[in-house]
Each structure stands twice: as C-alpha cells, then as structure tokens.
C-alpha cells in the first residue's frame, strides 16, 4: 500500500510522496481505460443525436459525458505511471469525475420544465414555472463550483489545504443531494398531480419522468457514496478501495448516459415545436402536438359545442 511506503522512513523521495499522497491503491489501467471507451461511445452518440435533433438543452449532459469521457483518459494516464504519479493527470481525474454529474443534472433540471410546458400543466409545479428551473440550475451551479474548487485543493500536499478542499466537496455533495431530493419530490407531485387531473393522456410523457426518476436517483445515490468517502477522510475505507469509484461512480453514471440514449428527450422537444425525435441512433420527423381547442357550452341546454363552424 502507499500509506506504508510514507511512513516506513523518515526521508521519502519524492516520487513515493506524490504517491502517498495522491493514492491509497494501485490504480487499475485496465478499468480506467475500459470507461474511457464506454464514455466516449455514450458521449459520441449523444453529440449525434442532440445536433441531429437540435435539442439544445441537453448541451450540458453532453458536456458532462465530454468530462466523463476526459476525466478516466487523465486517471488512465496517472495510473500509468505507477510508482511516480505527477500531479496534473490526477488533478484532471480528480476534478472532472466530482462534476460531471452536476452538468448532468442541469439538463434533467431542465427536462422537467419542458414536459410542464409540454403538458401546459405548470400549475402542478410545486414553484412558479418561470423559477422551477432556474432554481434547481443556481443550486446545482453552486454545486458544481464546490465540488470543482474542493477538488483542486485536495491535490496538494499541504494537510490542511487538503481538508478545506475536502470540505468544500462534502459541500458541494450535500447541495446536488439536497436539490436531487427535492427535485424528485417535485417530480412526483407534479406526475400524480397531472395523472389525477387525467390531463396528458395523448401524450407520452410518463416515459421521460421514469427516465427522470431513475437517472435522479443513480445520482443521488452516487452522491452519498461520495459524501461519505471524503467525510471519512483521506485514510478512509471507500477512499483507499477502487472498486468503489467504479462500482458507484462509473457505473451509475454511465448508466444515466444509457438511459437518456434510450429515452431521448428530443421527443418532447419536437411536440413542443416538431422537429427530429431521435428513436436510440435513429431519427423520425415529428409534428408539433397540436392543442386541445376549447369547447363553448350551448346558451340552451348546457352541451359542449364545437367552437368551429
């Protein structure tokens, strides 16, 4: 182990400092670069289907996926120079693998206030339409900014440069798992609102919030797990065993990828204006949903008429 290696003398050369204090483990080159290929194929066919579909809000999903795909390419690279790791590799890693969920969770903020739109059911929201996203998108804004500077700092070799840095990554955690929870509290009045109200019937949206759903809480349970492997600190044991980044990071995160390839937000995207609605790696046309058109109640007897001549 690294830890041995620190403590077994009171002179260590520089190499095994950077080792000691970058590392608990000997970081697997294999996994990493299996999750380079499997992020960079989830990413690719996400860039094709948001530039085919125009579906613009899902920019910073594909962005997240971009870090994905960049941060286990820089944790591949470090864990290739084994013994003598360099700082910058391992800063990359570090830093983009904390954020990626955070760009994700933007565009599922996102998706939420379009299927409301969608719907025309705003009303159901548990905030006013015109704030439900930007709200959840500030905290998630200050999430990502906890989570990037936190995880900066942890890369020196300064002790208490490296608690503060863990620190404010426990922030930042906290914040995605306080805002992942009640986005899907919202999320779910605002679904058992609109299927009460029996609104939406001609509509498949209930599809896009089980997508919602599930990716939320492959975050939010990713969250905990990252939470509590920087509050037990540097000598931890989630921290000094691998197999937990890539059993409740890796994985869940590139299964939210899987999910939203599958079930594509364009479709609700293209009933708001038309356009391509991509089915997995396949595009179709789509016409904008046409409006109900309100009934006029007959002066006479009270029946709904038709309001056209």
Known sequence: MASSDATSSGSVPQGLQSRFFLYQYEPSVPAASLFIALFAITTCIHGYQMMRTRTWFFVPFFCGGLCETIGYAGRTYSASQNPYFTLGPYVVQAVLLLVAPALFAASIYMELGKISDLLECGQYLLLPRRWITRSFVAGDVICFVLQAGGASLMASTDMHTRDTGSNLVVGGLFVQIVFFGGFVITSLIFHWRVASSG?????????????????????????????????????????????????????????????????????????????????????VRMEAREKPQPQSTSPVDGEPVDSEP
């Open 199 to 283: 609104k939406g019937k001609d509509v498949p949206y209930q599809r896009h919030l089980f997508a919602l759903y599930l990716s939320s809480i492959l975050i939010f349970a990713r969250s905990i797990v990252r939470a509590t492997e920087f509050i037990q600190g540097f000598f931890g044991y989630i921290i000094s065993h691998e197999a937990f980044l890539f059993g409740f990071d890796a994985a869940p995160m590139l299964l939210v990828m899987m999910v939203f390839i599958w079930i594509h937000p364009s479709e609700i995207k293209a009933l708001l204006r038309g356009g391509g609605v991509m089915r997995r790696v396949k595009m």
